[in-house]
């Protein structure tokens, strides 16, 4: 439990980002709201006692508990922390909305995308009837399989989630070993979440359902019933940072990849940065840029 890199930016845009993009599609898909993460010991309490002192953390803290709050829905003998500037998004809901918008406006193809149509020309992309001066990939760990980006280090890190049914409506999302995140149907919760870097079978498995279960009979003081199970991958990079940038040997091409287990909230503030850039507004900073990778590139890279 540390703060998070970038946090006072990306967690500012994000807010910025999903509220206004609510209002611009017309439609619900962002839910502040605070999160509660019991604590384990007495020891615990202090050291979260200490930590209340740090100006760059008291913003995320709410409030802290030294007995048990929400003990008639979680295991929370010592107290728990409840933190703020929190919540969800239902990004099924925000795709969706997102997909209308861009129909309404004639500027969506469903199809699948087929590299060998891309053609590099002197004035930039073709694809079909298609003409753009760059064409932007963001496909997360199928990067590894295009002949544009392979050499990207995108690893892909499975993680499996839970739906579960309560008798009872959460006051909270509860955070402790697992998340409990609400979904629209009443008293349902999407639980999650697994990390395997190792057994990356595309499906689901009886030990991340047994590993989520008992998770959550340490976390939870009341009854659940599994509904389903699911899975899949997350597009993370060896120092846990996105990667952004032309691709290097290949000016027409863009690589947005990396988001790993936080492109939720990540998204906003780097799809923006990487517009800036774009429109000749900036530098895509060193953190995140494509170059400092550079040296995993060849020559040919991206040749069709």
Same mark, same amino acid.
């Given at each position: 439990?540390?703060?998070?890199?970038?946090?006072?930016?990306?967690?500012?845009?994000?807010?910025?980002?999903?509220?206004?993009?609510?209002k611009?599609?017309?439609?619900?898909?962002?839910?502040?709201?605070?999160?509660?993460r019991?604590?384990?010991?007495?020891?615990e309490?202090?050291?979260?006692?200490?930590?209340?002192?740090?100006?760059?953390?008291?913003?995320?803290?709410?409030?802290i508990?030294?007995?048990?709050?929400?003990?008639?829905?979680?295991?929370?003998?010592?107290?728990?922390?409840?933190?703020?500037?929190?919540?969800?998004?239902?990004?099924?809901?925000?795709?969706?909305?997102?997909?209308?918008?861009?129909?309404s406006?004639?500027?969506?193809?469903?199809?699948?995308?087929?590299?060998?149509?891309?053609?590099?020309?002197?004035?930039?992309?073709?694809?079909?009837?298609?003409?753009?001066?760059?064409?932007?990939?963001?496909?997360?760990?199928?990067?590894?399989?295009?002949?544009?980006?392979?050499?990207?280090?995108?690893?892909?890190?499975?993680?499996?989630? !839970?739906?579960? +049914?309560?008798?009872?409506?959460? #006051?909270?999302?509860? /955070? &402790?070993?697992?998340?409990?995140?609400?979904?629209?149907?009443?008293?349902?919760?999407?639980?999650?979440?697994?990390?395997?870097?190792?057994?990356l079978?595309?499906?689901?498995?009886?030990?991340?359902?047994?590993?989520?279960?008992?998770?959550?009979?340490?976390l939870?003081?009341i009854?659940?019933?599994?509904?389903?199970?699911?899975?899949?991958?997350?597009?993370?990079?060896?120092?846990?940072?996105?990667?952004?940038?032309?691709?290097?040997?290949?000016?027409?091409?863009?690589?947005?990849?990396?988001?790993?287990?936080?492109?939720?909230s990540?998204?906003?503030?780097?799809?923006?940065?990487?517009?800036?850039? !774009?429109?000749? +507004?900036?530098?895509?900073?060193? #953190?995140?840029?494509? /170059? &400092?990778f550079?040296?995993?590139?060849?020559?040919?890279?991206?040749?069709?």
């Open positions: 439990m540390t703060k998070t890199w970038m946090a006072e930016s990306v967690f500012a845009e994000l807010h910025q980002f999903y509220s206004w993009a609510e611009k599609l017309n439609h619900r898909f962002f839910y502040p709201q605070s999160i509660y019991p604590f384990l010991s007495a020891e309490q202090n050291e979260w006692m200490g930590k209340t002192a740090d100006q760059a953390l008291r913003h995320y803290i709410q409030e508990f030294l007995r048990s709050r929400y003990g008639h829905q979680v295991n929370d003998p010592f107290g728990g922390l409840l933190l703020k500037e929190c919540g969800y998004l239902d990004v099924m809901a925000f795709l969706k909305a997102v997909k209308n918008k861009l129909l406006s004639h500027a969506y193809v469903s199809g699948r995308f087929d590299e060998v149509k891309l053609r590099m020309e002197l004035s930039g992309i073709r694809y079909d009837d298609f003409i753009a001066k760059k064409i932007i990939f963001c496909n997360g760990t199928a990067i590894k399989n295009s002949s544009f980006g392979s050499s990207v280090p995108v690893r892909p890190l499975k993680g499996e989630t !839970l739906v579960i +049914e309560t008798p009872e409506n959460l #006051e909270l999302i509860y /955070n &402790r070993g697992v998340y409990m995140v609400p979904m629209r149907e009443i008293n349902t919760y999407k639980v999650g979440a697994t990390y395997d870097s190792k057994f079978t595309a499906d689901i498995t009886s030990a991340g359902r047994e590993e989520l279960q008992n998770k959550l009979y340490e939870l003081n009854r659940f019933k599994i509904i389903s199970q699911d899975w899949g991958f997350r597009p993370t990079t060896p120092d846990r940072k996105p990667i952004l940038g032309m691709l290097p040997g290949n000016e027409n091409v863009v690589i947005f990849n990396g988001l790993g287990t936080k492109g939720v990540l998204a906003p503030y780097f799809s923006g940065h990487l517009l800036n850039w !774009l429109l000749g +507004e900036g530098e895509i900073q060193s #953190e995140v840029n494509i /170059n &400092r550079k040296s995993l590139f060849s020559k040919s890279t991206g040749a069709v």
